[in-house]
C-alpha cells in the first residue's frame, strides 16, 4: 500500500521534476522508476504499480488534477447532464501508459517479484466524482445515491464496467495479481455497503475470474469491520485485504478460508523501532499457520523514516525465512 512515495527522497526529486502527479502517472519512464525505488531500497516480495485510483474517472472525461497540499479536484458528476460527459469508448487509448509502465516493469522486475496492478472500486472512484474532492464522510455522494438511486447506480455501472476493462488491461500488460481498493467503504451503513461496495465488487471480481482465472484478486473494503465475511462470501476474491481496525483473532475465525493481506497501523511503522517490531511479530504470530499476506492496513504515511520500512522488512524475513 503505498509502496513509493512521499516518504522516500528519490521519489520528492522526482516528483519536483514534474509540472504534475498525474504527468508522473501517465509517463512511462517515470512511472516505472517510481515503482522501482522501495524495490531497489527494501528488496520487497512484490510491486505494487505507481498511479492512482482517479485514472479512471480522467479517462471517463471526468477532469481530474491535484493541487499540492490539497488532494484531488474533480469535475463534479451530479446530474443526468454529467453522466452523459462520461465515455467508456476509448478508455484503455487513454489510459495506455499506464499499460506501457505495466510492460516495462514486467521486462525490468526480477523474476521472483511480483508484479501487483490495482484500481479504484466503484463506490469510492464514484464518491470522489460527486464530491469533487476528497472528503471525511463523502455526505454528498451518499445524499445523491439515496435521493437519485438510478443516477447514482447508473455511474455506478459505467464504474464496474470501466474498472473490469482497466484491470484486464493491466493483466493482459504483465500484472501478475490485481487489488480492488474501497477505501471509503466503512462510511457506509449496511444496506448501502451491500448495494454500492459489495454487489459492484462481486460483478468486477466475477469477470475478471471468467477472463482470467489463473490471476489472483485482492479485495479491500476498508472499514467493512463485521461485514467483511459477508463481503467474503458475495465476492470470492483470492485474497482479503483487513484494515488496521480488524481483529486478527476474529478475522481468522470469521474468514478461515481466505487469503488474509494486512494489517499493522502504518503509526507503528512511523514510530518504528521496538513498538513497529512488536506488533509486527504480534500480527505474524495471530496469522500463524494460514495463508497470509503481510502488509500495512493502509498506506504508507510521508512522514515515515525509510529505515524503518527497511527494518521491518528484514524483521519479517526473519521470522518466515520463504518470504512473509
Known amino acids: ?15 519536483q521534476a514534474a509540472r504534475s502527479f498525474l504527468e508522473l502517472c501517465y509517463t512511462p519512464e517515470l512511472a516505472v522508476e517510481i515503482t522501482l525505488q ?20 480522467d479517462a471517463l472525461g471526468c477532469a481530474v488534477r491535484f493541487e499540492e497540499g490539497a488532494g484531488p479536484r474533480l469535475t ?19 489510459l495506455a501508459a499506464v499499460y506501457a509502465t505495466v510492460r516495462a516493469l514486467r521486462e525490468r522486475l526480477p523474476e521472483d517479484t511480483a508484479l501487483i496492478g490495482f484500481a479504484g472500486a466503484p463506490w469510492t472512484v464514484a464518491a470522489y466524482m460527486v ?27 459505467l464504474l464496474v464496467e470501466a474498472t473490469t476493462t482497466h484491470l484486464l488491461a493491466q493483466i493482459e500488460a504483465g500484472a501478475q495479481v490485481v487489488q480492488l481498493f474501497d477505501s ?7 444496506p448501502e455497503f451491500v448495494q454500492w461496495c459489495q454487489k459492484p465488487a462481486a460483478r468486477i471480481v466475477a469477470a475478471l475470474k471468467a477472463a482470467r482465472p489463473d490471476v489472483p484478486v485482492i479485495a479491500f473494503p476498508r472499514g467493512a469491520g463485521a461485514l467483511y465475511p459477508a463481503y467474503q462470501n458475495a465476492v470470492a476474491s483470492d485474497g482479503l485485504g483487513l484494515d488496521t481496525a480488524v481483529p486478527l483473532a ?8 481466505t487469503c488474509l493481506q494486512g494489517n ?15 506488533e509486527a511479530e504480534r500480527i505474524v504470530a495471530a496469522l500463524a499457520g494460514s495463508r497470509f499476506i503481510f502488509n500495512l492496513g493502509h498506506g ?25
Not at 503509526?267 to 513497529?276: E, K, N, P, Q, W
Open 184 to 190: 471509503w467503504a466503512g462510511v457506509l451503513p449496511e
Open 250 to 257: 476474529w478475522a481468522r475465525r470469521a474468514l478461515p478460508e
Open 76 to 94: 463534479p458528476i451530479r446530474t443526468q447532464q454529467d453522466l452523459r460527459g462520461l465515455a467508456l469508448d476509448g478508455l484503455q487509448e487513454r
Open 264 to 278: 499493522l497501523d502504518p503509526i507503528a511503522l512511523v514510530v518504528g523501532g521496538r513498538t513497529m517490531r512488536a
Open 1 to 15: 500500500m503505498r509502496q513509493a512515495g512521499r516518504y522516500l527522497p528519490e521519489y520528492r526529486s522526482l516528483r
Open 300 to 324: 504508507v504515511l510521508p512522514e515515515t523514516d525509510p529505515d524503518s520500512v527497511a527494518e521491518l522488512v528484514g524483521f519479517i524475513k526473519s521470522l518466515s525465512p520463504e518470504s512473509a
Open 131 to 157: 464530491e469533487g474532492e476528497t472528503s471525511k464522510e463523502y455526505a454528498r455522494a451518499r445524499i445523491l445515491a439515496r435521493r437519485e438511486p438510478k443516477l447514482f447506480g447508473a455511474l455506478i455501472d
Open 38 to 57: 522501495p524495490i531497489r531500497r527494501f528488496g520487497m516480495d512484490a510491486a505494487i504499480l505507481f498511479s492512482d485510483i482517479l485514472v479512471v474517472p
